[in-house]
């Protein structure tokens, strides 16, 4: 599988369009995008487990169920959550999904829906409803990139990935936008992101590989311990590369499997680089666990400690908040065998043995990309998570989010 060069990673697929256009929802940024199939396309989705759910995972979960996870068009708007907004919040979120559905001519059904921004305040609907045809003029397959901006927030950069792959029958793309920067932790999404492709994929396999890539990518990644009213993944696979991903052959879905998760491990990555105030990428790695959920659960508990993305963030070298988050992540671990390393710096060995350059360990720390590793001494399993350093501007910027 290569990286392909496409810029407009959401169109990178064939029979796909997008767009993005001020609605003036927020003050000056792009903040409606919309993305077509040319074709009735297989669809799947995953949602926020938060229990406020917003109106459009509602709308959207909807949809999925009435059309049999077909899906012709996804409408996003950013700066106005439509969250915690009661019924009139699920008319916005139904009206514009008729919009979409009467611009294009499609069943309303085969439109997904998504939000993100501020919770809690009416979906200024005229503005969105009026940015609409304007949307619907303007798709192209080089829309994808203005695409790709209109769903930011507090983001600082676009999030895009592709990857192609090659079979005898011929090559399909894997295509993602996402955005993210804060509200992030693992619970089943973490963010918006929306993937197309190419490949011809049945709705319910193609749910089955998003929800075994998103455990592998977006359940793993965490900014701040918080997740969204709004989370949504959704991916949308319309065959016009000709490639079928055949459920009878184990060689075909794996290819297809491994590609969507590249496409969302990377998409998440980017997310945490681009988290609230951060400055540094940090990966932790856990080995010699008993099970993977062993490993995953330390790895997620170091990843989400604010002791350890603080010392982190100062380049200190205090492997105790590492080894005290790992301990707490309620499986039974046995302290005495913990080993640390921060880069290729052994801070800690087992029987709390640590005898390390404080020099190298603080150069270790102080990159753009960290790495962590624990290994547990009790088996041969392993996991690994990804978040970022926790500074004095995520405070900065959620201290005033809503002005």
């Known amino acids: 599988m290569e990286r392909s ?4 990673a959401i169109t990178a697929a064939a029979g796909f369009r997008a767009a993005g256009v001020h609605a003036g929802i927020r003050k000056k940024r792009l903040d409606v995008a919309l993305v077509v199939s040319d074709r009735a396309a297989a669809a799947a989705a995953v949602f926020t487990r938060n229990l406020a759910v917003a109106a459009p995972v509602i709308v959207s979960r909807e949809h999925l169920q009435l059309s049999g996870g077909r899906a012709r068009a996804i409408v996003v708007n950013a700066g106005n959550a439509n969250a915690c907004t009661g019924e009139p919040g699920l008319v ?25 921004g501020v919770i809690g305040q009416p979906l200024p609907l005229p ?3 009026g940015a609409l045809p304007r949307a619907v003029r303007g798709l192209t397959r080089a829309g994808g990139a203005d695409a790709a901006s209109a769903i930011l927030t507090t983001d600082l950069r676009e999030k895009e990935c592709v990857r192609s792959v090659d079979t005898a029958s011929g090559t399909y793309i894997v295509g993602g936008m996402a955005k993210g920067s804060g509200m992030i932790h693992p619970d089943m999404a973490t963010t918006l992101a ?15 590989c998003l929800r075994q890539a998103t455990d592998a990518s977006f359940n793993r990644i965490s900014v701040d311990g918080d997740t969204s009213t709004n989370d949504t993944i959704a991916v949308l696979a319309n065959g016009a590369s000709g490639v079928e991903v055949d459920a009878e052959r184990p060689e075909s879905v794996a290819a297809f499997a491994g590609a969507l998760t590249e496409v969302l491990i990377e998409l998440g990555k980017m997310v945490v680089r681009d988290g609230e105030g951060a400055t540094k990428l940090i990966e932790i790695r856990v080995r010699g666990a008993s099970d993977e959920a ?3 659960q330390v790895a997620r508990t170091v990843a989400g ?6 010392a982190v963030h100062g380049a200190d070298a205090n492997w105790g908040r590492v080894v005290a988050a790992a301990c707490r992540a309620h499986v039974p671990l046995v302290p005495e065998k913990l080993g640390v390393d921060f880069g290729d710096v ?3 060995r087992p029987g709390f043995v640590s ?14 990309e960290v790495t962590i590793t624990i290994d547990l001494g009790l088996g041969n399993a392993t996991a690994t998570t990804w978040t970022c350093d926790l500074s004095a501007g995520y405070v900065h910027i959620n201290a005033s989010y809503r002005s």
Do not use: I, N, Y
């Open 355 to 368: 005898r390390f350059s404080a020099a190298a360990a603080r150069r270790a720390l102080e990159r753009d």
């Open 127 to 129: 503005r969105l409803l």
């Open 346 to 348: 052994a801070v800690v």
């Open 194 to 208: 929306f993937v197309t492709t190419d490949a011809a994929v049945s709705p319910q396999l193609l749910q089955d």
């Open 5 to 8: 060069h496409a810029t407009a």
């Open 294 to 296: 062993m490993a995953l």
């Open 92 to 116: 916005a979120a139904r009206r514009t999904t008729q919009a979409v559905a009467d611009l294009l001519g499609v069943p309303v059904e085969q439109v997904l829906v998504a939000s993100t």
């Open 305 to 310: 400690s604010p002791l350890v993305k603080t």
